[in-house]
């Protein structure tokens, strides 16, 4: 059975950087073709992809966050993490990992975290 | 970017009725195409990939069909369970881009 989590610090100060944990249980990082993604969502707006991981290592951000995203994984542990540095109010959203098998779609989703950018 | 073009943004339906979401891409997509249903707890699950494919546990009720930069979402005979949010997703470029959302309520 496919799970995730994910967990934040539900709120957080303007400049400062977010980090997120994404951990999972009933695939491993380290098998071909499995990746873990981090998609956001404002409260009452559409999802945002931000990034990929794969079990290669390889990454892809979405640009628009311009260098402000570091996704990273710990296979031993079943986890990805998401940082965003320098996180202003337009980064209030709740934040959802997901699994993908390469050339399928996000196939299993957590529960989502809320995370609050406010000072 | 790609930008996804969701229609409608609202619709309203009856239960039993024949319902589609369209989905229109700014350029072609090479059927790179899924689609997803959020409930109001905020619970995502996948329901068609690569247009027309259905995920394992999806109800049968449920189609996708499209080419180049039109795709659409059927839903044959609306379930109680099927009112909710629905979302395109295009996987065929970095970065992966999602529609706008279309609600789908009880009228």
């Known amino acids: 059975q496919v799970t995730l989590k994910e967990s934040g610090p539900g709120i957080l100060q303007p400049s400062q950087t977010l980090s997120l944990t994404c951990t999972f249980s009933g695939f491993s990082l380290s098998t071909y073709g499995m990746g873990v993604g981090w998609i956001r969502q404002p409260s009452g707006k559409g999802l945002e992809w931000l990034a990929n991981i794969w079990w290669d290592d390889d990454k892809y951000y979405n640009p628009s966050l311009k260098n402000r995203l570091t996704i990273s994984k710990d296979t031993s542990n079943n986890q990805a993490f998401l940082k965003i540095t320098n996180v202003d109010t337009a980064d209030t959203a709740t934040y959802y990992c997901?699994?993908?098998?390469?050339?399928?779609?996000?196939?299993?989703w957590g529960q989502g975290v809320m995370v609050t950018v406010s000072s | 970017d790609i930008q996804m073009t969701q229609s409608p943004s609202s619709l309203p339906a009856s239960l039993g009725e024949r319902v589609t979401i369209s989905c229109r891409a700014s350029?072609?997509?090479?059927?790179?195409l899924n689609w997803y249903q959020q409930k109001p707890d905020g619970t995502i699950k996948p329901l068609i990939y690569y247009t027309s494919n259905l995920q394992s546990g999806v109800p049968s009720r449920f189609s996708g069909s499209g080419s180049g930069t039109d795709y659409s979402l059927t839903i044959s005979s609306l379930e109680p369970e099927d009112f909710a949010m629905y979302y395109c997703q295009q996987d065929a470029s970095f970065p992966n881009t999602f529609g706008a959302g279309t609600k789908l309520e009880l009228k």
């Open positions: 350029q072609g997509i090479s059927n790179n």
């Open positions: 997901a699994r993908i098998n390469y050339g399928g779609p996000f196939d299993y």
